[in-house]
């Protein structure tokens, strides 16, 4: 993400007289702000006429009549949309194949009952008609009303986004996406959200620049705001965002303390203690270029502000510290980049992907890559030959840096894991971070796992423990310090996205295993990273395989729930078969075959493997039945050719099977008494 910088966007200020008698920043008021043109919406990409309609696309979706349901076309389904505020109801006829075409979510709906005509959907009307309608389109439709303002195009991103339909919809979605100065706070920062969401970086940028300049709040202040979207992992986003334009706002505030600082150090106590109590960066700039003469110029392709004493009023210039440099004329970077573009990590750090175009998994990471590319500035490389690497590395990731060794990126291959990977190899030079007390609730949404260790200068033991630990896992997780916070006993706090958990521990022996299983997932996605972890749990692991990413991430989110009751004694995990090539087939499994999803549970403690039956779907109350039957006795292990059955044990052979039902039996594994489904 390119990071906003100050610009001169507020209207030129009239040059003071020498001897004129200025006014205390704190009895100023600042004129109002001057933009420069900002973004306009796509007009050209967005709305139709009524006769361009696909003629497979039903017409303005709308079902008539409803009854009898007969009347429905085949191929084509009623969705009912029931929300909003006040709440109403539209029926939208929708076509089956082409909804379920770009669409997991909604081709696992259909299919779940193929004999079912009309389908009820709990959401906003208006934002699903506009969903469908540039699903069969390709184009918002007229009669709803032309621009869609912040609130609105946010909630149709997330909309998309829950849906699974966000990369067939992204570029309306970006298209519809306009920034002006008539835009109050709220609806910039909605603006700025979806931007994020839909990858536009031009959007993105000014929204972010613009906020910057002239808001005055803390900006955690604005992800607190109830908007149209409140899902876990959005409230996530919108902390990460909040605390990456924070920091640079402090960035473009602390050139601007220290002009004000070599101007005069009364100037810079009587004005910077505002910057906390609703002065924004607009006000603090247009104050010291008007009436102290600092100026930005470009020296040697360098933004820098200059103070110039010739023009000072002589009020404050007999006030400035004997200086010779600052008779000399001071000069200081503004931003450490090249004319207002954000400072790149160096060349001595890039991100770079080995990968073979001929294998599966390295087209899916293809465009993975790319759809992270296009969201950050940060150099990346795709390269199809690795010195040194095995054909069984393919496809991998690695950071360079410089002569450090390189690391690797051993995370699942998404767009957002990478961009994740980059923020913390941004944040690599200090590892781990040092937060202020009042920004450590914000930092603790940057990552989907973050770390914060609130400790008191005398404390030692917990300080180096976690300071080894960061130090080993900064590419995976955050680690922060809060120094001084001022609490009576030093702990260290860990908030883990996904189920929004907060785990907290004030012990320094043992940190590292307690880090690792707080991290832990509730559903992960294996890695190789994480599977020799979960393996040394001891616990049972319910593997779930299926090529498709969309796939995967709705039995996720659909089993969520009821793996959050287990979570203590199960370890559920997603897999891409294309990246355990070997795996099925030593669970039993023959997709190929039997086709997916597939899975298979295997119970550590004593090797047996449990194969799911073939085309049970992967539903909470399915798993719930099947794992009755395993513990009851009525399914057997399977067991690989060439091998004997594994018999049960006469005394109690059932407790050491594994199950998916809610009663539970006690095991010994190495000495110690365990629960196990």
């Keep these: ?110 299919s779940s009952n193929r004999g079912e005509k009309l389908w009820i959907i709990r959401q906003n009307p208006a934002h699903v008609h506009d969903i469908m309608s540039i699903v069969h389109y390709g184009h918002v439709s007229l009669h709803l009303g032309a621009r869609r303002d912040g609130e609105h195009i946010l909630a149709l991103c997330y909309l998309a986004q829950q849906y699974q339909v966000i990369g067939s919809v992204r570029h309306v979605l970006r298209a519809l996406m306009h920034v002006d100065s008539t835009m109050g706070d709220i609806e910039l920062w909605w603006m700025f959200l979806a931007a994020a969401l839909c990858h536009n970086p031009e959007v993105f940028r000014v929204a972010a620049r613009t906020l910057l300049w002239r808001y005055q709040g803390p900006f955690a202040k604005l992800a607190t705001v109830p908007c149209p979207s409140q899902g876990v992992l959005f409230q996530q986003l919108q902390y990460q965002l909040a605390f990456f334009v924070e920091n ?25 203690p505002y910057s906390v109590k609703g002065r924004s960066i607009s006000e603090q700039w247009s104050y010291l270029s008007q009436f102290c003469q600092v100026k930005v110029v470009v020296v040697n392709g360098y933004r820098t502000l200059a103070v110039d004493k010739q023009n000072i009023p002589n009020e404050t210039r007999g006030n400035m510290i004997s200086s010779r440099l600052l008779w000399m004329g001071f000069w200081v970077p503004l931003i450490s980049g090249t004319a207002g573009q954000e400072a790149p990590p160096g060349p001595e750090m890039r991100l770079i992907a080995c990968a073979k175009p001929a294998k599966e998994i390295s087209k899916h990471l293809e465009a993975e890559w790319e759809a992270a590319r296009s969201s950050t500035e940060f150099p990346m490389a795709w390269i199809k030959h690795c010195a040194d690497a095995p054909a069984s590395a393919y496809p991998s990731i690695k950071l360079l840096r410089g002569d450090q060794p390189a690391v690797d990126f051993l995370g699942p291959l998404t767009s957002d894991e990478i ?14 971070s040092r937060v202020p007390a009042e920004e450590a609730e914000s930092f603790g949404n940057v990552d989907a796992f973050v770390c914060v260790a609130h400790l008191e200068p005398g404390e030692t033991a917990l300080r180096k423990a976690f300071e080894t630990v960061a130090q080993k896992y900064w590419a995976e997780f955050t680690f922060g310090v809060v120094d001084g916070s001022g609490t009576a006993e030093a702990r260290v706090v860990c908030r883990k996205g996904d189920d929004t958990s907060t ?43 299926s090529p498709s ?27 891409d078969p294309n990246r355990f090539p070997d795996l099925p087939a030593r669970l039993g499994l023959d997709p190929g075959v039997d086709g997916y999803p597939a899975g298979a549970v295997h119970q550590i403690s004593n090797g047996r493997i449990y194969p799911y039956p073939r085309g049970k779907a992967f539903t909470p ?17 399977w067991t690989p050719l060439g091998q004997k059955p594994v018999e049960d044990d006469t005394a109690g052979g059932r407790s050491s099977v594994v199950g998916l039902h809610r009663s539970k039996v006690k095991v010994r594994i190495g000495g110690r008494e365990r629960d196990e489904l």
Aim: net charge neutral; hydrophobic share 45%.
């Design 419 to 432: 961009l994740r990977f980059v923020d913390r190899a941004r944040r690599s030079s200090q590892v781990p």
């Design 503 to 545: 785990h907290t521990t004030t012990l320094a022996d043992g940190l590292e295993a307690w880090v690792l299983e707080a991290s832990r997932p509730v559903i992960a996605e294996l890695t190789p990273l994480n599977h020799q972890r979960f393996i040394d749990r001891a616990w049972p692991i319910v593997y779930i395989f």
């Design 549 to 575: 990413t969309q796939v995967r991430a709705s039995i996720r989110a659909s089993l969520h729930d009821f793996a959050k009751k287990q979570y203590a004694s199960l370890t559920p995990v997603t897999v």
């Design 621 to 637: 109350r399915e798993l719930q039945g099947w794992g009755l039957d395993v513990w009851q006795g009525r399914v057997k292990p």
């Design 1 to 110: 993400m390119e990071a906003p910088s100050l610009d001169a966007q507020a209207a030129p200020m009239s040059s003071q007289a020498p001897d004129k008698v200025i006014p205390s920043f704190a009895d100023w008021k600042a004129p109002p702000l001057s933009f420069q043109p900002l973004l306009g919406f796509s007009e050209s990409v967005l709305y139709a006429p009524d006769d361009s309609r696909d003629p497979l696309a039903p017409e303005n979706f709308q079902a008539a009549p409803l009854n009898p349901l007969d009347a429905i076309p085949n191929g084509f389904a009623i969705l009912k949309v029931i929300g909003g505020s006040p709440q109403e109801t539209i029926n939208l006829k929708v076509h089956i194949e082409a909804v379920s075409k770009v669409s997991a979510y909604f081709r696992a709906v259909f």
């Design 248 to 272: 640079c706002r402090n960035r473009e505030s602390f050139w601007l303390r220290e002009a004000a600082n070599m101007v005069d150090p009364k100037l810079w106590q009587e004005m910077f």
